[in-house]
């Protein structure tokens, strides 16, 4: 059994996957309060759901794409049994995940999407630096910004620990915080060989749940 949020269908808004159609199964609960977090709303409350359930609600939106996000996923133990059950099943698949915990029961069969959390969402000690060292191409290291020291400490962890040659590396602002052709700007001026993101969704939908 799994504590879950929302399964709905909508365009990735982030990621190397961006505007894909992808069933996002949201699960609740999350260990970290970072002080920007949009999903708040899934700290808690919830649905009980079994395995097989969340299964066929995922295949009644005849997508191939799913993503497992949160919250903190990882924080249910069980998400590392759903998360091989939606490859077994045959779809592709990813995982949005803080850092924070284990990455390692993650199937190598998902993009592991880290969200390394910078200083100023107030839960960098958080961070579980071994997870860097499980990371592969297939994965992803995300970084949401919310200042110019945010950003020099997200490109000097990058350097120090050579994670621009370890796999794709994006770069986001924290909507509202940082003027995102700041960051761009800051990205061009020293030459990183880093993704610029924004969230499409939020473009399209605002900040509206379930979307």
């Known amino acids: 059994m799994l504590r879950v949020t929302e399964i709905f269908h909508s365009l990735q808004g982030e990621t190397s996957r ?4 992808t069933v996002f199964v949201r699960l609740t609960g999350c260990p970290l309060r970072c002080v920007w977090c949009d999903t708040a709303y ?5 649905e009980l759901l079994a395995l097989e359930e969340i299964l066929q609600r995922v295949a009644a939106f005849g997508c191939n794409t799913v993503c497992l996000t949160g919250g903190e996923p990882l924080a249910q133990r069980e998400a590392a049994d759903l998360l091989a059950a939606l490859c077994d099943a045959g779809y592709s698949v990813s995982l949005e995940t803080s850092g924070a915990l284990d990455i390692g029961v993650v199937d190598p069969r998902v993009s592991r999407i880290v969200d390394l959390k910078a200083p100023d969402s107030g839960e960098a000690a958080k961070n579980r630096w071994e997870n860097l060292d499980l990371l592969t191409p297939h994965d992803e290291l995300k970084f949401v910004l919310a200042s110019r020291e945010d950003y020099d400490w997200a490109v000097s962890a990058c350097r120090q620990r050579r994670l621009f040659e370890r796999c794709p590396v994006l770069f986001a602002p924290v909507q509202g915080q940082l003027d995102p052709a700041q ?18 969704h939020k473009v399209l939908w605002g900040n509206a749940p379930g979307r």
Not at 185 to 200: I, K, T, V
């Open 183 to 200: 960051l761009a700007q800051w990205l061009l001026a020293d030459r990183l060989p880093a993704r610029f993101q924004l969230q499409l």
């Open 18 to 21: 961006v505007g894909l159609p």
């Open 42 to 46: 899934a700290f808690s409350g919830g």
